[in-house]
Structure formats: C-alpha cells, structure tokens
C-alpha cells in the first residue's frame, strides 16, 4: 500500500513551512529512512526522510511551495500504484507556481513583475507594440494568451512609429486615446510606467514573513520604551586585547567583544529581575534563569538563538555555544529548540558602524538590549576634556511589565561591569575551561 510523505509537525508555533530541495525524482528508488526533501520552517532548515521503501510515485509539492503542516508532499509505494486517495484535492497552504519562462522570454521579466504569458502572445504584442502589462489574462492562474492580446489590438488606437518603438521598449502603457488625428497616439501620450510594475518582487516568506508578522505584532501589542546610554570601553578593548594574545589563557583566545558583552548581560541580569522576565496575561513571570537570546544575520533572514542557562556559563563555554549556534543558523542546520525559550534578547550592530538604534522587543520577553559600535566620545575626566572609547547601549523595554527606572539602573549596573570586565569574570574563566581544575 502506498504511503504518503508528510510534512511534520514542528512544535506548536510552526504552522507551515516551504520546500527548498527535493533529492529524488519522480520514479526514482527510495529506501526507508533515505532523504527525500528538504524544508524551511520560521525557524530552521530541515530534512524529510522516507517513510518507506518504494518508488518516489509522486511530488505534490514542489520547491518554492509552501505547505500546511501534516499535509501530504509525496508518494511512496509500488510501480503503477494508485495513490489519488493519497493526493491533495487542494493546496492552500501552497504559494501559486511561478510560471516558467519560455526561451523566448526573458528571465528578468518574471522578476520584474511583468504579468505571465504565452510565447505567441508575447510575439504579437511585441510586433503590434502593446505593453502586456494591465491586460487581462484568460489562460490559466490569469496567463495572457494571443487571444487577449488580439482582443486588446481590436480596441486599440493607432500608435505612430516611434510610440510603436517606445512601447516595445518597455516602461510605458497606452494611454485610451491619443493627441494624433483620429486619436492617434503619439510618443507624448505614452504614460510611463509606475516603479511598483517595474519592481523586483520578492515572495514574503520563511524567516522573513514570520520576521515581519512578529515585529508587527510586537509593536502592536507591547508598549516599548527604548533608553539609551555609552560604557567606557578601555576595558573591555584592553581585556580582547589579552585575550587575543593568550596572556590569560590560550583557550580564550577567540573570545571576541560580542562574547564578552553576552557574558556582561548574562551577570548582570539575575540583579535586576523585572528586565529577565514576561507578560503572561493578567501576570508577570520572572525568570531566575537566564536564557540569553543573540541575533544573527542569514542569508535566509534573521535568526535568534538561544544560549540557554546563560548565567551559569563560564566564558569559554558561553563564547564556544555562541559560535556553535551561529554556524548552525548560517548553515540552516539550528533545530527547532535552539531558537526558543530566550528570556531577554541581545542585539548587536556595532559590527556596521551603527553607534545607537531602536530595538523591537521579541515578545513575549520585557527587555532587548542594542549594542552599538565602539567610538570615541567627549568626556571630561580629572578637569580636563578627553576623547574616550565607548559603545553605544539601547535598552528597550515594555512599559506594561517594568517602568523605565529599573530599567535604567540596569544600563547602569550594565555599564559599570564593562568598565571593570575583567575582575567580573571568574578564576575558572581565567584559566581556561579546559585548564580549570
């Protein structure tokens, strides 16, 4: 008996997921437990195995689709088996199939958004000089056949030769009738197009859909405060420049500044528990542990993941988890658990120059903390002027959970532990994790 392949269910959050690769063919020979299929959810890339041994009858789904959980993707069974009871009578999980260009048709115009149409539709409007866009499509999903360009040339007015020239070209429409004799269209008359018809466009989904409905959702449902402050930074240069050179401890070596602003957070939280906390309804819940989310740039998006137990973490531990789950976000390997459960969020874009911003709280959590670039900055210091190093901290916050005075006295307790970095890490640290008795 045929099997289906099913798209998993992937923790309650995660409603449907994208086809990114198949690794079989229609008609090819499967093993149980072989890879099939890779997917994208909101959160992590994932493989598809094989539910049973068989031939590959059927891919209801294709790359670029996307499909509803526990929907069937495939087919698996014996040659000439019948599998109609296995297949959707419908797709509404999926995205509509891009049409696919012809090789008469240029690629970009796809991209560009120009509407999907046959080959002898396109050859006519191009020769008779009329723009397909804003023409109704008869064919299939709304496809422009030969007959809805002809139907649009039986009403049309006549173009002179160089608006006949434009048009082909591109980047005008007709306008209903022209300045010429008779309503003749001239070159003047041509409407140029607007920029959304010649604009790239770009599905919305993945990390970047659930990215979008999340920050949306979080402005729309919390009441962010954002405040803003500077720390010395002599110390924490001072501190990655003997870590650099081994003088602690050769196990530290990789330690980089975002390690140590990660390991600054996490100790500084337990003191101020209104920020490592959550609004749970008609309650707050405060967190005695803390689960320290980072962003990370993708080629897919952003992702969040999660040092979990941050604050019991010796610095070699929580820098080598920190560049684990980096690698593992960029590879699209990070599973499902490695991006949940983060009681406060850590954001860092110093690394691009930027010395302050807003950061959007990742709810349900009450505190996000943007870490700025390292730059010089005026202070005065035993009477006289000087021009210091300090990194720019964005603390933002919702005011339904925490008012902005405790909030402030983190920055401050914040603040104060990067001046004096070194003496807050451990004797352990400072040999080494490998090195620590």
């Given at each position: 008996?045929a099997?289906?392949?099913?798209l998993?269910?992937?923790?309650?959050?995660v409603?449907?997921?994208l086809?990114?690769?198949?690794?079989?063919?229609?008609?090819?020979?499967?093993?149980?437990g072989?890879?099939?299929?890779e997917?994208e959810?909101?959160?992590?890339?994932?493989?598809i195995?094989?539910?049973?041994?068989?031939?590959?009858?059927?891919?209801?789904?294709?790359?670029?689709?996307e499909?509803e959980?526990?929907?069937?993707?495939?087919?698996?069974?014996?040659?000439?088996?019948?599998?109609?009871?296995?297949?959707?009578?419908?797709?509404?999980?999926?995205?509509?199939?891009?049409?696919?260009?012809?090789?008469?048709?240029?690629?970009g115009s796809?991209?560009?958004?120009r509407?999907?149409?046959?080959?002898?539709?396109?050859?006519?409007a191009?020769?008779?000089?009329?723009?397909?866009t804003?023409?109704?499509?008869?064919?299939?999903?709304?496809?422009i056949?030969?007959r809805?360009v002809?139907?649009?040339l039986?009403?049309?007015?006549?173009?002179?030769?160089?608006?006949?020239?434009?048009l082909?070209?591109g980047?005008?429409?007709l306008p209903?009738?022209?300045?010429?004799?008779r309503?003749?269209?001239?070159?003047?008359?041509?409407?140029?197009?607007?920029?959304?018809?010649?604009a790239?466009?770009?599905?919305l989904?993945g990390?970047r859909r659930?990215?979008?409905?999340r920050?949306?959702?979080?402005?729309?449902?919390?009441?962010?405060?954002?405040?803003?402050?500077?720390?010395?930074?002599?110390?924490?240069?001072?501190?990655?420049?003997?870590?650099?050179?081994?003088?602690?401890?050769?196990?530290?070596?990789?330690?980089?500044i975002?390690d140590?602003?990660?390991?600054?957070?996490a100790r500084?939280?337990?003191?101020?528990?209104?920020l490592?906390a959550?609004?749970?309804?008609?309650?707050?819940?405060?967190?005695?542990?803390?689960?320290?989310?980072?962003?990370?740039?993708?080629?897919?998006?952003?992702y969040?993941?999660?040092?979990?137990?941050a604050?019991?973490?010796?610095l070699?531990?929580?820098a080598?988890?920190?560049?684990?789950?980096?690698?593992?976000?960029?590879?699209?390997?990070?599973?499902?658990p490695?991006?949940?459960?983060a009681?406060?969020?850590?954001?860092?874009?110093?690394?691009f120059?930027?010395?302050?911003?807003t950061p959007?709280?990742n709810?349900p959590q009450a505190?996000?903390l943007?870490?700025?670039?390292?730059h010089?900055?005026?202070?005065?210091?035993?009477?006289?002027?000087?021009?210091?190093?300090?990194?720019g901290?964005s603390?933002?916050?919702?005011?339904?959970?925490?008012?902005?005075?405790?909030?402030?006295?983190?920055?401050q307790?914040?603040?104060?532990?990067?001046?004096?970095?070194?003496?807050?890490?451990?004797?352990?640290?400072?040999?080494?994790v490998?090195?620590?008795?």
């Amino acid at each position: 008996m045929a099997s289906a392949v099913l798209l998993p269910k992937l923790g309650n959050s995660v409603e449907s997921s994208l086809v990114i690769a198949w690794h079989k063919a229609v008609g090819d020979a499967v093993a149980q437990g072989e890879l099939l299929a890779e997917i994208e959810t909101d959160k992590a890339t994932l493989e598809i195995e094989s539910p049973a041994d068989g031939l590959l009858l059927a891919r209801f789904h294709e790359v670029g689709d996307e499909v509803e959980v526990m929907a069937p993707i495939g087919a698996i069974g014996a040659p000439g088996e019948d599998i109609e009871d296995l297949r959707p009578s419908s797709r509404p999980g999926a995205a509509p199939a891009p049409q696919i260009p012809s090789a008469t048709m240029p690629t970009g115009s796809l991209l560009r958004g120009r509407p999907a149409s046959s080959p002898r539709a396109r050859k006519l409007a191009a020769a008779r000089g009329i723009a397909l866009t804003g023409l109704h499509g008869s064919g299939p999903g709304g496809r422009i056949l030969e007959r809805d360009v002809q139907a649009a040339l039986a009403g049309q007015p006549r173009l002179t030769p160089v608006a006949q020239a434009m048009l082909r070209e591109g980047g005008y429409s007709l306008p209903t009738r022209g300045s010429g004799p008779r309503g003749r269209i001239r070159r003047r008359d041509l409407i140029p197009a607007s920029a959304e018809e010649d604009a790239q466009r770009v599905p919305l989904r993945g990390a970047r859909r659930v990215t979008a409905r999340r920050m949306l959702a979080s402005l729309q449902s919390t009441a962010q405060l954002t405040l803003h402050a500077h720390a010395d930074a002599r110390a924490l240069l001072a501190l990655r420049r003997r870590l650099k050179a081994g003088e602690i401890s050769p196990a530290l070596r990789a330690v980089t500044i975002n390690d140590l602003l990660h390991y600054a957070v996490a100790r500084t939280l337990p003191a101020h528990p209104e920020l490592n906390a959550r609004l749970a309804d008609d309650h707050i819940l405060r967190f005695r542990v803390v689960h320290l989310g980072f962003a990370v740039d993708t080629p897919r998006g952003l992702y969040v993941p999660v040092i979990h137990d941050a604050g019991r973490l010796g610095l070699q531990q929580l820098a080598d988890e920190a560049r684990r789950l980096v690698r593992a976000c960029r590879d699209g390997a990070v599973q499902p658990p490695e991006l949940e459960g983060a009681t406060f969020t850590v954001s860092n874009l110093g690394s691009f120059g930027v010395e302050s911003f807003t950061p959007v709280l990742n709810p349900p959590q009450a505190g996000i903390l943007g870490v700025g670039a390292i730059h010089l900055r005026a202070v005065q210091e035993n009477g006289v002027v000087a021009f210091l190093p300090h990194v720019g901290l964005s603390l933002t916050i919702d005011h339904q959970v925490l008012d902005g005075a405790p909030a402030a006295r983190f920055l401050q307790d914040l603040a104060q532990r990067l001046t004096r970095i070194e003496e807050a890490i451990s004797p352990a640290d400072h040999k080494g994790v490998d090195e620590a008795p």
